[in-house]
């Protein structure tokens, strides 16, 4: 039912836990099955330094939510604003589609992360 991909990220999730005095937060849920994503952001210089997540939730959840952190390390704060729940499921080599609402978090907690970013240093 799940992808290699899935099951790696799933079985040892990246850069999970929290940054302290991180320069954007980040936080979205879903009610379909309880999941609920934090995303904290260290910006310099326009570009994503570091990204921890907590999340709550189904295997899919954490997945997408490990995924999205590695996507985004690295990334100019518009590169990272650009980036689709669709292209993290996409890296993940595809989700079953009874779990796509889990996989639309990762992008959205990302956003909501750098909007506070944004509204924090404008
Ligand atoms: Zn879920």
Do not use: W
């Not at 850069?15 to 995303?39: L, R, W, Y």
């Not at 310099?44 to 996507?71: H, L, P, Q, R, Y």
């Not at 992008?107 to 509204?119: S, T």
């Amino acid at each position: 039912m799940y992808t290699d991909k899935v099951m790696d990220h799933f079985s040892n999730p990246r850069n999970v836990g929290e940054i302290d005095n991180a320069d954007g937060v980040g936080e979205v849920g879903n009610a379909s099955c309880g999941d609920i994503m934090k995303i904290f952001l260290k910006v310099e210089d326009n570009i994503i330094k570091d990204v921890k997540f907590k999340t709550f939730g189904c295997g899919a959840a954490i997945a997408t939510s490990s995924m999205v952190t590695e996507m985004a390390i690295g990334k100019t704060i518009d590169e990272a604003l650009i980036l689709t729940n669709e292209a993290v499921a996409e890296a993940l080599d595809g989700l079953p589609p009874a779990k796509m609402h889990c996989s639309n978090l990762a992008a959205d907690a990302l956003h909501e992360a750098i909007k506070d970013y944004k509204e924090q240093h404008s």
